[in-house]
Nanobody, 124 residues
C-alpha cells in the first residue's frame, strides 16, 4: 500500500524556519520525482518545489526561490523541504506528491500519489 506522510508543519513567526518531511512507503522513491505543493483557503493549489529522480534537478516557484530548498534521501525514502525566511503569505497546507513521469514540475495531473498534507502557519 503506497503512502506519503508529511510532517514538520506548525506555527512559526515571520522570518522563522521550518523543515517539512515527506516519508514515502509502498514504492521505491528512486523512480519518482517529488513535488511540494501548497494550498491556502480559497486559493488554488500551487507548486512550490520539485526535484526529479534522474539527477536531482530542482525547480522552484518564484515566490519561494532563495528561501526554500528541496532535497531527497532515497536511502531513507524521504524528501525534505527546508523553508527559511517564512512570510505570512506562506501560510497554507503543504502537500508532497510523487510522479513517475519525466519533467512533471508543477503539472498536478501527472502526480500519481499524494500525501494528506501538513499545516504551516506563519504569524506573529
Amino acid at each position: 500500500q503506497w503512502q506519503l506522510v508529511e510532517s514538520g508543519g506548525g506555527l512559526v513567526q515571520p522570518g522563522g524556519s521550518l523543515r517539512l518531511s515527506c516519508a514515502v512507503s509502498g514504492f521505491t522513491l528512486d523512480y519518482y520525482s517529488i513535488g511540494w505543493f501548497r494550498q491556502a483557503p480559497g486559493k488554488e493549489r500551487e507548486g512550490v518545489a520539485y526535484i526529479n529522480n534522474n539527477d536531482d534537478t530542482t525547480y522552484y516557484a518564484d515566490s519561494v526561490k532563495g528561501r526554500f530548498t528541496i532535497s531527497r534521501d532515497n536511502a531513507k525514502n524521504t524528501v525534505y523541504l527546508q523553508m527559511n525566511s517564512l512570510k505570512p503569505e506562506d501560510t497554507a497546507t503543504y502537500y508532497c506528491a510523487a510522479s513517475g513521469h519525466y519533467g512533471s514540475y508543477f503539472h498536478v495531473d501527472e502526480y500519481e500519489y499524494w500525501g494528506q498534507g501538513t499545516q504551516v502557519t506563519v504569524s506573529s
